[in-house]
């Protein structure tokens, strides 16, 4: 390994630690979101389809990469705020929400309620009956399905953390202005029913029967 990628290395570092990025706690998985962020606000698909001539939807492409940027921020803030709570952090406050605001569901209402595929979201209801946060039981019309609800455990940990889940979506919100957050809200609230409608009624097609069926 040539002594030209250690500086190269350490002029990234100098980058980084002067970055509103940097913070005195970061650790390497800090830098490396900042490189991969780094790397893709300059490589964006949008000039890489410009170079190779392809039809480009600006506008589109645009929307997709700020989606995509935004889930990385939020997945990060979220573990953040929640790093008090970890049996909740990776997706299982969704889970646990869900079932205070609508309780009694069964498996596949709760997974389906937050968009997830069956795999992750068994795994997720999995780790939730062994924490002890919720329960289940079978369904009485039918005994091959199973219902669940939030166990005494489950109620204290919602509690506890209903503070720290506001704080985060507080944080997320920014800096916009309440008729900004409104507005953001109404079109991010149009964009998922649109996106829960392909969820739920096209999981086997492919992208372009999708594309083909809304003439998009």
């Not at 250690?6 to 940097?22: G, H, P, T």
């Not at 490189?35 to 392809?54: A, G, Q, V």
């Not at 019309?141 to 953390?161: A, W, Y």
Request: charged content about 35%; proline content about 2%.
């Amino acid at each position: 390994m040539h002594t030209d990628f250690f500086i190269d290395l350490l002029l990234k570092v100098k980058d980084f630690e002067n970055s509103k990025a940097y913070k005195p706690n970061c650790n390497v998985e800090d830098f490396r979101m900042w490189l991969n962020d780094k790397k893709y606000t300059e490589e964006s698909p949008t000039k890489l389809f410009k170079n190779e001539k392809h039809k480009v939807f600006f506008t589109e492409n645009e929307i997709c990469k700020q989606v995509l940027l935004l889930s990385r921020y939020s997945k990060q803030l979220i573990r953040k705020g929640l790093g008090d709570f970890p049996e909740l952090a990776n997706e299982e406050f969704t889970y646990l929400y869900r079932l205070k605001d609508e309780p009694d569901l069964t498996k596949i209402q709760l997974i389906e309620r937050n968009g997830h595929e069956k795999q992750t979201g068994t795994q997720i209801i999995k780790r939730l009956l062994e924490y002890g946060l919720i329960e289940e039981k079978n369904d009485n019309d039918d005994k091959r399905s199973k219902r669940l609800n939030i166990t005494k455990k489950g109620e204290e940990m919602f509690h506890k953390s209903v503070n720290k889940v506001n704080m985060t979506s507080n944080i997320l919100s920014g800096k916009l202005m309440d008729e900004e957050k409104s507005e953001l809200f109404r079109i991010l609230k149009s964009l998922n029913e649109f996106h829960a409608h392909i969820y739920a009624d096209y999981k086997g097609a492919d992208i372009e029967e999708i594309s083909e069926v809304f003439g998009l």
